[in-house]
Each structure stands twice: as C-alpha cells, then as structure tokens.
C-alpha cells in the first residue's frame, strides 16, 4: 500500500480558495491512479478528481468543474488539489487516495490506500 497524508484544510468563506496537498509516500506507486475524494455529513463518499501519476490527463467531477484542479509535484511525491471559487456544498472532509487499477476509478471501492482525511468547512 502507499502510504497518504493530507494538508491543507481549514474554513473559507464563500467564494474563496484553499489547495489542498497529499503526501505520498511507501511502495512504488508510478502505476497508480491518485485521486480525492469529499464526504459531508450525512452523504456518500464522491469522487471530486483525479489524476494518474505516471500520465498527464485528470478527471474532475462536474459539480466542480471549472473552479477546482488537480496537479502533482513529482520531486515532491506530492498531489495537489487546488480549490476556486468555493460555495458552502463544498464543505466536507476531504480525503486523498490511490489505486492501482487502470482506466479511471471512479468508486471508493477501487482505492486501497486512503489518508486521514482533512475538514474543508466554507462559510457564508
């Protein structure tokens, strides 16, 4: 497994920015899809975006298309989501995650490897 910690959190008002940061670190994780994912009270865990280590393209989740982007730091085995323009849905716990399956996965279910999670709280 690979092993993830998130940074970055905290309250914002609306309308504002945070980026968020994923430290990986562990086996060989070249082949690995890394992705973030938010969870508010009450609801499912869902996919906000993703992108492949060892690739060029992302996946970002339509609900926030537009205002959010996802990057990675190879010399610092670091994944960043930066967030833009935020509204008061975007608040949840935000949790960073890979999985070593190809094509883009979707589910919670396909990630083996998950951070702690880190509480993204937008205010009015």
């Known amino acids: 497994q690979v092993q993830l910690v998130e940074s970055g959190g905290g309250l914002v008002q609306t309308g504002g920015s945070l980026r968020l940061s994923c430290a990986a670190s562990?086996?060989?994780?070249?082949?690995?899809?890394m992705g973030w994912f938010r969870q508010a009270p009450g609801k499912e865990r869902e996919f906000v975006a993703g992108?492949?280590?060892?690739?060029?393209?992302?996946a970002i989740a339509d609900s926030v298309k537009g205002r959010f982007t996802i990057s990675r730091d190879y010399a610092k085995n670091t994944v960043h989501l930066q967030m833009n323009s935020m509204k008061s849905e975007d608040t949840a716990v935000y949790y960073c995650?890979?999985?070593?399956?190809?094509?883009?996965?979707?589910?919670?279910?396909?990630?083996?490897?998950w951070g702690q999670g880190t509480q993204v709280t937008v205010s009015s």
């Open positions: 562990g086996r060989t994780f070249s082949n690995y899809y």
């Open positions: 992108i492949r280590w060892s690739g060029s393209s992302t």
């Open positions: 995650a890979a999985s070593p399956r190809l094509g883009l996965p979707i589910a919670p279910s396909n990630y083996d490897s």
